[in-house]
Structures are given as structure tokens and as C-alpha cells.
């Protein structure tokens, strides 16, 4: 299967799941906890972070200029940040760098846990929220 055509088919299928957590948020009793709130969710979501995780290792970037207001930092640093606690994906996102130039291509620390880093860039650029 080509890249492009798997591509579609994550994005076809994270659009299912968003209508699905839509239709099961109008059917939510308010009434019950935040932890059940999310237990009532996790199944869709967890779908759905596996699904972006995979589309965004085998996206073909877009590069542009760097953005002024981020950190530029290699990839090995922000894989060591994160594994001391430094970042959390709460803090904000990263983009993969190539040659000096920002990809379109999202990092977030909770990348390190899965193991879904890509291979073909060596830094980053953060950003705070």
C-alpha cells in the first residue's frame, strides 16, 4: 500500500472515531465522574493517538522557514528532557527539523513512550503553550 493511500485511510478513520465521541458526548450523563467521563471515551481515544502517531511517521514533510518562537534542539536532547520530565505533552508540541527548516510534522513528548520518533531528522523545534 502507498504511503498516500494509508494516509487517507488513518484520516478516514480518525474522522469516524471524532463522530463517534461526538455522538457518545451528547448521550453523557454530566452527572458522573471526570474519570469516568474518560474511561466512557479512552477506547476511541486511544484509537485515535495510535492512528495520528502512525500517520505522522510516514507523512512526507512540508518544509518552511523556521519559526522565531520556538527552541531549536536535537532530537536526542528532547528524547532526554522528556525521560527526565522536562516535557509532558500538557507544555506544548515540537516539529521535526531538517536542513534548517521546519517540518509540518508534529512531535509531542508522549512520542518518546511509544516509540514513535522519526528517524529521518536529527532536531526539533518547541513550542511552550
Not at 522557514?65 to 536532547?77: A, P, R, S
Not at 528532557?81 to 521546519?102: A, I, L, P
Not at 518518546?112 to 532536531?123: A, G, M, P
Request: net charge neutral; charged share 40%; hydrophobic share 35%.
Amino acid at each position: 500500500m502507498k504511503t498516500e493511500e494509508r494516509i487517507l485511510e488513518i484520516e478516514n478513520r480518525i474522522s469516524q472515531l471524532q463522530k463517534i465521541v461526538e455522538q457518545k458526548d451528547k448521550k453523557w450523563d454530566f452527572s458522573k465522574s471526570y474519570n469516568e467521563y474518560c474511561e466512557f471515551f479512552k477506547k476511541e481515544r486511544d484509537e485515535i493517538s495510535k492512528l495520528d502517531r502512525e500517520r505522522r511517521l510516514i507523512m512526507i514533510p512540508a518544509l518552511s522557514e523556521l519559526d522565531n518562537n520556538g527552541h531549536v534542539m536535537t532530537i536526542k536532547n528532547f528524547i532526554a528532557t522528556v525521560k527526565m520530565g522536562g516535557f509532558v505533552d500538557y507544555d506544548g508540541f515540537g516539529r521535526y527539523v531538517k536542513d534548517n527548516q521546519e517540518s509540518d510534522i508534529e512531535i509531542y513528548p508522549s512520542d518518546v513512550k511509544y516509540k514513535s520518533i522519526r528517524t529521518d531528522f536529527d532536531k526539533i523545534i518547541w513550542f511552550n503553550k
